[in-house]
T-cell receptor, first 113, second 111 residues
Framework: GAGVSQSPRYKVAKRGQDVALRCDPISGHVSLFWYQQALGQGPEFLTYFQNEAQLDKSGLPSDRFFAERPEGSVSTLKIQRTQQEDSAVYLC???????????FGPGTRLTVL | GQNIDQPTEMTATEGAIVQINCTYQTSGFNGLFWYQQHAGEAPTFLSYNVLDGLEEKGRFSSFLSRSKGYSYLLLKELQMKDSASYLCAVSGVDSSYKLIFGSGTRLLVRP
């Protein structure tokens, strides 16, 4: 069955470049979450959408990070002027509604050189 | 700040039972999730507890005590494929549906 998909799976960027990471949630899932996972750590929350509304962006580390979900389905996480500390796996998750189990995508591994 | 603690690493023998503990102190609580994550893969859902007590699902069981801020994941009849990281996560922090994760427990199952 169709799960959460993310693209690209791997991204190498030079410091200072802008990147865009895409997430396709499970069809019909209202809630969408972005997390950042450093090696050997648990995922850390970045931002949360309910349909097209961004209800919580408290985890975005700086104003270089921006997320959108304009039609309440596909979401894009954009990082401007990437820095080495942005290197991590970026996970997207969706759930049917707020407090149901979250289904995670395979992640995008971002490496900033 | 939010605090979710779990052991960093555990080792167990194939066929045995292992218990992975998780303690939490958070500003808000609306349930506790356990996820399994194999290296290089996405976390996959194992269990959800919102009320006190034990939830059993096949070889996996999860327990919650809200008054103690404590949960555990019990894995029975361990198999080699159970070698993975196990993530404890709390929902409802600051009245949000976001999950706040612990750092994960890396479980190694030996033959």
């Amino acid at each position: 069955g169709a799960g959460v998909s993310q693209s690209p799976r791997y991204k190498v960027a030079k410091r200072g470049q802008d990147v865009a990471l895409r997430c396709d949630p499970i069809s019909g899932h209202v809630s969408l979450f972005w997390y950042q996972q450093a090696l050997g750590q648990g995922p850390e929350f970045l931002t949360y959408f309910q349909n097209e509304a961004q209800l919580d962006k408290s985890g975005l580390p700086s104003d270089r990070f921006f997320a959108e979900r304009p039609e309440g389905s596909v979401s894009t996480l954009k990082i401007q002027r990437t820095q080495q500390e942005d290197s991590a796996v970026y996970l997207c998750a969706s759930s049917l509604r707020g407090n149901n189990e979250q289904f995670f995508g395979p992640g995008t591994r971002l490496t900033v050189l | 700040g939010q605090n979710i603690d779990q052991p960093t690493e555990m080792t167990a023998t194939e066929g045995a039972i292992v218990q992975i503990n998780c303690t939490y102190q958070t500003s808000g609580f609306n349930g506790l999730f356990w996820y399994q994550q194999h290296a290089g893969e996405a976390p996959t859902f194992l269990s959800y507890n919102v009320l006190d007590g034990l939830e059993e699902k096949g070889r996996f069981s999860s327990f919650l005590s809200r008054s103690k801020g404590y949960s555990y994941l019990l894995l029975k009849e361990l198999q080699m494929k159970d070698s993975a990281s196990y993530l404890c996560a709390v929902s409802g922090v600051d009245s949000s549906y976001k999950l706040i994760f612990g750092s994960g427990t890396r479980l190694l199952v030996r033959p």
